[in-house]
């Protein structure tokens, strides 16, 4: 069993969101998608925002979400965001995208196809 569950991540994603909008994410999908995502930027060298010794990388994505360290950003945040960023000099949060997930992917499963 995963801990924390799926409705719990849910909530911690969508804890921002203010009464009358859309959630952030609605479905075990989204998760699973963001959180895979961060665990292959974490395998690619990325810093690991908690305490991850003797965790697998999709472990460490999983506590990082719970924890708030990372968010799953809709494409309209993704946009205002990538505005805030190209101005700081340091980024102290991970921002996953579900949308740059899909194309991530998308890309991989062509390039396989196109290699066979």
Same mark, same amino acid.
């Given at each position: 069993m995963l801990h924390p569950s799926y409705a719990d991540l849910i909530k911690v994603v969508n804890s921002g969101v203010e009464e009358g909008e859309d959630p952030v994410v609605s479905s075990r999908y989204s998760i699973v998608m963001a959180t895979s995502k961060?665990?292959?930027q974490i395998i690619a060298g990325d810093e690991?925002?908690?305490?991850?010794?003797g965790k697998k990388p999709l472990s460490v994505a999983v506590e990082e979400l719970n924890q708030g360290k990372i968010r799953i950003l809709t494409? $309209?945040?993704? $946009?205002?965001t990538e505005e805030a960023v190209a101005s700081e000099t340091e980024v102290t949060e991970a921002e996953v995208s579900e949308t740059e997930v899909a194309e991530t992917e998308a890309a991989q499963e062509t390039e396989e196809t196109d290699g066979e």
């Amino acid at each position: 069993m995963l801990h924390p569950s799926y409705a719990d991540l849910i909530k911690v994603v969508n804890s921002g969101v203010e009464e009358g909008e859309d959630p952030v994410v609605s479905s075990r999908y989204s998760i699973v998608m963001a959180t895979s995502k961060r665990a292959r930027q974490i395998i690619a060298g990325d810093e690991e925002l908690v305490d991850g010794r003797g965790k697998k990388p999709l472990s460490v994505a999983v506590e990082e979400l719970n924890q708030g360290k990372i968010r799953i950003l809709t494409d $309209e945040s993704e $946009e205002e965001t990538e505005e805030a960023v190209a101005s700081e000099t340091e980024v102290t949060e991970a921002e996953v995208s579900e949308t740059e997930v899909a194309e991530t992917e998308a890309a991989q499963e062509t390039e396989e196809t196109d290699g066979e």
